[in-house]
């Protein structure tokens, strides 16, 4: 969900997507410009010569609706909150993780019952995942202005914060701004009180963001001071040299966006391949890789041998703060949130 190559121009998706057509064509995997990166499956490319067929979308409601309409993949990349909605239209079978390698190995903390425990059924194998958190610019923002989430409401930034165009990080922000910490069941009066959060923050934006590149435009001219920002702005605006802080321990938490692969029920591919791939995804060896990337990697045995150090520098060290994991929720909800937000968008 959150890499800046995902949402790249037209122009250069549409010589990535012809570089890639040349590739196995035996399996055919749907996902988000940038994930097809060799690196990321290098056993699959050590094994079979070649990294799989992919095909891409902009976001994951466009992905499903193509789907939906006819179109043929055997996987593809769904961030969790997606799950549930993908899984009762149909269009998903299970994963049989009795062949899945490193299926013990999961992140626990990553996974959630909804997700791979409780059920016999298993939709979602996650792999990639991060944090999103309070990015400012330390040299005109002081540390203590984002010691709260409210600092998106503080009228001293007005016209200078910015929010992501995603329903999923918008009301992650809104239920920790308004106390809530677990999205898997908020009851009515807490989605009203994070909506009406939202709605006054939306009246302090400056815009909302569609892309880490964007973000880290607006940050760069001094347009935005504050936005609501995946991990992968401090590294890259760090490496920029531009003073960028990246505030996870705000007195009321931060966020953790979980992503990962489903297996599409009218896939013609080959099957044994859509298994090869994700064991190729969940191999100790594209750790390194995705964390290259901004990503940590959901094999919990092969991030123990990354160092505390890199993961804060990546934004994705231990903190002492509420987290809320982005984990599987009721479509009825999700439906529910999109449609709030766009009213939120427009004005209403």
Known sequence: MHLTARLIGATALTLTAGAASAQDEDLLVFDYPGFEDPAFHQPYVKQYGESPEFAYFGDEEEAFQKLRSGFRADVSHVCAGSVTKWSESGILEPWDTSRIDAFADLNADLTGQDVTEGSEDVYFIPTDFGSTAVAYNTEEVPEEDVSSLDVFLNPDYSQRVTLPDN??????????????????????????????????????????????AELAQLLATGEVLVGWAWNETLPTMSEQGFPIGFQREAEEGSSLWLCGYVNLAEGEGSEEKAYDFINAMLSPSVTEPLLEAGYGHSNAASMQGVGEEALTASGLGPISAPVLAQLPMPNEQRERQSAEFEKIKAGF
């Open 167 to 212: 329903v999923d990080d918008a009301y992650a922000l809104a239920y920790l701004a308004t106390g809530t910490t677990d999205w898997t069941d908020v009851t009515d009066e807490e989605f009203e009180a994070a909506s009406d959060w939202l709605r006054q923050v939306h009246g302090n934006l400056r815009t909302y963001w569609t892309d880490p």
